[in-house]
């Protein structure tokens, strides 16, 4: 079968961890399967190479930056050539470039948008290791450029589902994906599987482990994805499609995110007639502010409250756009509140469960946590509370969801 | 005009030496010229990515290593573009495959084949300064390619043949080419001018300052070679065609060169009949072993003896092949010799001059020096010395022939 496995940084970092990944490589050949390696740059390269601009202006062309940092990926990609083939056996590195992995122009967050695979195909059909750097691209014009931070993945999974490969394996860190934060809940446990859908609530709710977008992709063009550790032996967790999932693992609740990078902002008293709100979100998305939670209640004497959230960087600009925009509205006031974390219980189950929010306002109700706003999708349910009630919403979550790896074990 | 600039890596070493390099592109462009800046990898860098190589193994894949350490220059480029861009002027990097620098397969030491210049020319009439990176081109197979340490002075001495550029700039952290090593005599001082054959012989006995494979290109193409330091303002030296050079400057000697590098080897009372040199120098070249200066006396009683130099690191095994040529054709013995150095004398003007052979060997006796092999070409005279006496013999030369720089003055 055809694999495509990739490497992050901390994967490659020196030439001993390029060996290890070399070693794996070939483990896979020798057992019958065609292998391209994706890989990042070595840690700390690409924050060097954007220092060096840095230290130029702070504002560097972009189109020449993505020319600098692609260098970090075309190092590694060459260091993990030159290892497989010291050890016997035979690789070669193709550029982005070289690889014809055509993007738009948009430097520094492009987007794939071709992959003409026959330069790759025609070096796995010489039995070759192909190393791919990830992250980079090359536009119609030529110009190099780059897919944006954690961008490999999105190489790597591009690259499976072009040349419809039966799996692509995504060396981290970690050994898989959790049901929560093991920092905050010291019972989270690896899950074996994970829908597609799960895992983009769970990554832009905040865990890390996959990058947005290329889930997206391997959702997009059914790529099943597996998630390990570089460092150690073990099964990972596998994205994959729904029903492959709902077959296998038969629990309601996948998981539970934790977010304290948001702020929340209500406007008071807003006149309750047609085109409140689009008046506030289109000055906010004019200001190319970015906004996550949106929360309007009913209203009481033709007034009503909207309460939204927005990343804690956009804070301060967002509430001083909402002080002009009240008056020009009529609205009473705005209020902002920056001590607020966001709870959130994500899960395919819970379509076809019923009680599963009224279980986790009332476990939340237990510990006396206050919801101050609460958002729901098919498959997740978010709670704003106050930022203190945080970790123990988690903790208590875990538990009262059956994550917990004791419950789990005692299942058995 | 159209001016090619080329900038060494102590030139490009830091943001800081980088910033220069931008400013003095920018003034030339301001006073009307266009300008295309070739720059190496910032120093040391080439080295710091052959040392990560070389902890994996001993013998690198020559394709990889190109792929790997042309991203020194190719940072260098795009720091560079970054700053001309925030200096306000309007700036791009073009790549070796971007700039289509054809060149053969041969990795390590590529040889330029055809430079596609459109892509250049369309940038410059655009108004933009063009960076290129030195050192890499891209061959046919679109495969990375580097020239060969030193390469970048060959690239930028292509792309002014290539585009017919009015003039070559080479800044580098000397301000000219010297009659002298400076460290050996001080006072060596700088010449205004020098022709291609004579900067030819000045780099192949030892000058280190040009690339001689550039000083053949621009031989070729009489593209007119400018050294200058990237440091400190001066007129610096230009090498350029015969004529121009004998009309503006009535010297004899350009030069003195030093080089205490090789090793003499002599095979004593080989028979004298055909094909004994033959023999030798097939056997030695068939090993690679590049053999410098040849001398062959007359015969004595049907027999003679042959003395050459090779690099010092291939002595001892040129040696060693040499005791078994010597049994196999019937020669006396082999002498190995590793305390020598080379003087030479180097002159467009000896051709038309004669006793300086006669006034070198006279200079070098008057210091009590004897001389142990000579050889000659149309431009230079070369002899060999006992090491001890190298620095001596070429202080002697420098004042013997006019090239003090006190003597210079008292002329004016």
Redesign the interface.
């Known amino acids: 079968m055809l694999v495509v496995q990739k490497y992050g940084g901390t994967s490659v970092k020196d ?1 001993e961890r ?2 290890n990944v070399a070693k794996k490589a070939i483990d896979y050949k020798n057992r019958g399967d065609d292998v391209i390696v994706v890989v990042s740059a070595m840690s700390g390269e690409t924050d060097r ?1 954007l220092n ?2 840095g ?3 702070t ?3 972009d ?3 993505d ?2 940092i692609s ?1 970090g990926e ?2 590694t ?3 993990l ?3 497989l ?2 050890m016997g056996h035979d690789a ?2 193709i ?1 982005g ?2 690889a014809r992995i055509i993007t738009d122009s948009s430097f520094g967050k492009a987007r794939i948008d071709d992959i003409e695979k026959e330069k790759i195909v025609s070096e796995l059909k010489k039995g070759k290791i192909v190393v791919v750097p990830g992250f980079q691209g090359v536009d119609k014009e ?3 450029t780059t897919l944006g931070r954690g961008g490999s993945d999105t190489t790597a999974v591009a690259l499976a589902a072009s040349l419809k490969a039966d799996l692509c394996e995504i060396y981290t860190d970690v050994d898989g994906v959790y049901t929560t934060d093991p920092n905050i809940c010291e019972k989270a446990r690896r899950l074996d599987t994970i829908s597609y859908d799960e895992m983009l609530e769970m990554a832009s709710l905040g865990a890390k482990v996959l990058q947005i977008r290329s889930v997206e992709f391997a959702k997009k063009y059914s790529v099943p994805l597996m998630v390990k550790s570089s460092l150690v032996e073990g099964k990972g967790t596998l994205v994959c499609n729904k029903e492959e999932v709902m077959s296998m693992e038969k629990v309601v609740i996948s998981g539970i995110t934790y977010s304290k990078n948001e702020a929340k902002i209500t406007v008071i008293k807003l006149p309750d007639k047609p085109g409140m709100a689009a008046k506030i979100f289109t000055v906010l998305s004019d200001s190319n502010i970015v906004v996550d939670i949106i929360v309007q209640n009913v209203s009481h004497a033709d007034t009503t409250d909207i309460t939204f959230t927005v990343a804690k960087p956009d804070a301060k600009k967002a509430f001083k756009i909402m002080e002009d925009v009240v008056k020009e509205i009529g609205a009473d006031s705005v209020k902002i509140d920056e001590n607020i974390a966001k709870v959130s219980i994500v899960g395919l189950g819970m379509i076809s469960h019923s009680g599963i929010a009224s279980k986790m306002f009332s476990v939340l109700a237990d510990e006396g946590i206050n919801i101050e706003a609460i958002t729901t999708s098919e498959i997740k349910i978010s709670c704003v509370l106050e930022n203190k009630y945080g970790e123990l919403a988690v903790r208590a979550l875990h538990k009262a969801f059956g994550l917990d790896a004791a419950d789990i074990v005692e299942e058995k």
Do not use: H, W
């Open positions: 030439v390029i060996g190479l060096l601009a230290k130029i202006t504002f560097p062309d189109r020449e930056v020319t600098l260098t075309q190092v990609s060459a260091l050539a030159i290892t083939k010291s070669v590195s550029l470039y070289q030529g110009n190099i």
